[in-house]
């Protein structure tokens, strides 16, 4: 299903690109304005930059959360609390029909948790020591499973999907206005002008703001999915518990940025750049499921 959706969205964007220009005549203008622009092949060049960056990230993904929070994976149980918590995430994994994830701790005031991986049977689950000291077995046990839930749904690989393409568009858009400025305001005729450059990187800042919106939608539609994905595991009122005790805890750090997308609870932030809905919509949406 993941390559199918891979394929699909790029025939989808082909297509749908091919189909504006036609409508709009933007090929017949650019030609009547000297634009040589070959649309072909820098879809192919802004495809090729768009995923690239997002699927070394994917590929990076765990070892950077693993230093970027100085996870300590629990390779031997030392305790009865980690005993457990590899224990709750294998028997969670076997119910989603996963690999067993690796399981680690990261010290951290805030109660968190984040799942990461480049395949649902290579990835990482992480909860924090504030997450530990703050809630009960049943809220962990919640967390954990809506990690679990996001591995299992294949949130990571999927979001990587969606942020090439967007990644694509920006790209793709970016080129194609600062070409446009450099024929006609401009009119130079071979090669680029400066005006190329200097509108392109100005564009592609704008593009990429408005496209980090689309990625962070996404983004919140999937929270709701590991919600569901999290009752089924651990149980709805464990679930709806957890996050009303994440509702009721007092400010504390936020996460890092860059990890802030992979967390249960990623803090308050701009509602269109937000990577999580408000812990009150997930909770009546968790109340709604039947």
């Known amino acids: 299903m993941r390559i199918l959706l891979f394929l699909g969205t790029n025939i989808a964007i082909m297509a749908l690109l091919s189909l504006t220009f036609s409508l709009f005549g933007v090929q017949g203008l ?34 950077l959360a693993k230093r970027s929070m100085n996870v300590q994976v629990i390779a031997e149980p030392s305790n009865p609390t980690e005993s457990w918590l590899v224990q709750t995430v294998r028997l969670q994994a076997e119910r989603a029909n996963i690999g067993m994830p690796e399981v680690g701790v990261f010290d951290h005031p805030s109660p968190n948790a984040f799942a990461t991986g480049w395949n649902k049977n290579n990835a990482l689950v992480a909860v924090s020591t504030g997450l530990l000291r703050s809630m009960n077995k049943n809220e962990v046990e919640a967390v954990l499973a809506h990690e679990v839930s996001h591995v299992a749904n294949g949130d990571m690989v999927t979001l990587t999907l969606v942020q090439g393409v967007v990644n694509t568009f920006v790209v793709f858009l970016s080129r194609i206005i600062g070409h446009v400025v450099d024929r006609v305001v401009f009119k130079v005729e071979r090669g680029h002008g400066p005006a190329f450059y200097i509108v392109s990187f100005l564009a592609q800042i704008v593009l990429g703001i408005l496209a980090m919106t689309i990625v ?23 679930m709806i518990a957890a996050l009303e005790s994440l509702q ?3 400010e504390t750090e936020p996460m890092p940025d860059e990890m802030r997308a992979l967390a249960i609870n990623a803090g308050k932030v701009q509602k269109l750049f937000s990577s999580h809905p408000p812990l009150e919509d997930r ?3 968790l109340k709604n499921m039947q």
């Open 248 to 250: 009721r805890g007092k």
């Open 283 to 285: 909770i009546q949406a």
């Open 216 to 238: 962070m939608w996404f983004s919140r539609y999937r929270e709701f999915r590991a919600d569901e994905g999290g009752a089924k595991l651990a149980g709805k009122q464990n």
């Open 30 to 63: 650019l030609a009547d304005n000297g634009v040589d622009l070959n649309l072909q092949a820098l879809l192919l060049y802004s495809a090729v930059i768009g995923f690239a960056g997002s699927f070394i990230s994917l590929l990076m993904s765990k070892w």
